[in-house]
């Protein structure tokens, strides 16, 4: 979704005539949910002179109750005009993504969005201009009941880029994606994917801030053009047993002065030492900043043999059974596509964890293991110990203390919020043991 160099008076003139009635505000909390501050565009001054105040006490990972006064600061060039009526005559809703700051007008570090602004600060002040980012997010269409609740019963029973009448979402995809391209988004492809009812959409490749609010504005649109369509649109990496879950593949480069630092044609790979050592940081902490890539109890259920999700700590320019693949695109193109990341991920979080664990390995030229050129799934463990490959967390609980343990992501974080977000995963995972599961009723009460 391509930023506009918007002004004040921009604005103002597209809401005008364009016959924009409310103004979404709209900013992350620490989850990754969605949050907005709705108002009337008699407001818009007020908005526009970084006027507008919330009660931060009441948002995830924000402040306590005595210092809730926070504003919101609109990004002008994230302002965009939903492509829908919201009432009888025709009147329209704006989104303008915006920034968190404290009373005293001060960057909030507990908001995401700021803090993968304070590491693409930090990747500039090392020399490099950009972080590219180009996402592939999946997702699920199920049914929804006679009282418009989501169900579990897929929409389809089709399979890879399978055509209608197998893919009885393809209207739906189709609305999707052009909806997403009257919004600005550049979409590069759209189909089926290999569960029966699961769908994905690429849309092109934005700076990691421009990625991030894309990634957040995609899941919107997506959830509301499947609830218009009488369907649920589900981003949860594995809502169905037995069948492929959906994950959010993160391809990924750096770039100065225009070039692209990953690419370096005298290389046998054409990869150059800044890519080795980037993706020798992100081997290294990828146990660790799985807490925010893959952050829900049920990540771990998509991340297990034989459905396609990484499940080791492994690279290859050949093969997708580690970890991080290597694309065959060289030149400008040149990227390290990460597999292990689901769509449950707050994006900023997840991304500004990628891109500090990726600067820690130029900094302290840290080296890949060996590429994996073979098939991961059909070694034994003596074959992967030997080659230096070892497990990703298999439990949200075992990533939480991966995480309390590496001093660089939670850095990149921000110790503050990174203790919030353990301390609520723990939260989270002890109430997922305490309850009981269908499986265990199934499995155990006729034998004990």
């Known amino acids: 979704m391509p930023k506009h160099d918007y002004t004040k008076d921009d604005i103002r003139n597209l809401i005008k ?101 304070k590491n693409i600060e930090n990747m500039k002040a090392q020399g490099f201009d950009a972080f590219n980012i180009g996402p592939e997010p999946e997702f699920f269409l199920f049914k929804l009941d006679a009282d418009g609740k989501p169900t579990t019963q897929l929409n389809d029973t089709g399979s890879y880029f399978d055509l209608a009448p197998l893919d009885l979402g393809e209207n739906v995809r189709r609305e999707i994606v052009l909806t997403l391209e009257q919004m600005g988004f550049e979409v590069e492809a759209a189909h089926h994917e ?49 069948i492929n879950g959906s994950g959010m593949h993160i391809n990924m480069s750096l770039f100065a002065d225009g070039k692209n630092q990953f690419f370096n044609e005298t290389d046998d790979m054409q990869l150059s030492p800044i890519a080795y050592n980037f993706l020798g940081g992100v081997l290294k902490h990828a146990i660790n900043f799985a807490a925010f890539t893959n952050p829900t109890v049920n990540s771990y259920k998509r991340l297990v043999p034989g459905y396609e999700a990484p499940v080791y700590v492994a690279w290859s320019g050949s093969n997708r059974s580690p970890m991080v693949r290597v694309p065959a695109a060289r030149g400008q193109s040149t990227r390290l596509e990460l597999r292990a990341v689901d769509p449950t991920a707050n994006p900023y979080l997840a991304l500004s964890a990628i891109l500090a664990s990726g600067l820690d390995g130029i900094v302290n030229h840290i080296e890949p293991m060996a590429s994996v050129d073979r ?32 001093e660089t992501v939670k850095d990149a974080i921000g110790k503050d919020l990174a203790q919030q977000f353990v301390d609520a995963k723990k939260i989270e995972y002890r109430a997922y043991r305490q309850e009981v599961s269908t499986w265990e009723i199934d499995n155990y009460l006729d034998i004990y």
């Not at 002008?76 to 404290?102: C, E, N, Q």
């Not at 092109?204 to 959830?223: C, G, H, M």
């Not at 992967?384 to 990533?399: H, S, V």
């Open 375 to 406: 098939n991961i799934y059909l070694m034994d463990e003596a074959e992967r110990q030997k080659a230096g490959i070892f497990d990703l967390p298999d439990t949200l609980l075992a990533a939480v203390a991966n995480l309390e343990g590496d």
């Open 17 to 117: 005539s364009e016959n924009v009635e409310f103004l979404r505000l709209t900013f992350t909390d620490m989850f990754g949910m969605i949050k907005n501050v709705e108002v009337p565009v008699s407001q818009l001054e007020k908005v526009l002179d970084n006027n507008m105040m919330f009660d931060g006490s009441s948002i995830d990972g924000f402040v306590r109750i005595e210092e809730s006064d926070m504003y919101l600061y609109p990004d002008l060039s994230t302002f965009m005009i939903f492509p829908w009526a919201t009432d009888s005559h025709g009147g329209k809703v704006a989104r303008i993504i915006a920034s968190v700051y404290t009373a005293d007008r001060k960057p909030f570090m507990g908001d995401p969005r700021n803090v993968l602004i």
């Open 194 to 242: 290999v569960a029966p009812g699961q769908h994905e959409v690429d849309f092109k490749y934005a700076d990691a801030l421009e990625a991030a609010d894309n990634i957040q504005t995609f899941k919107l649109i997506v959830k509301t053009i499947a609830r218009k369509n009488n369907l649920y649109a589900t981003f949860l990496p594995k809502p169905v047993s037995g």
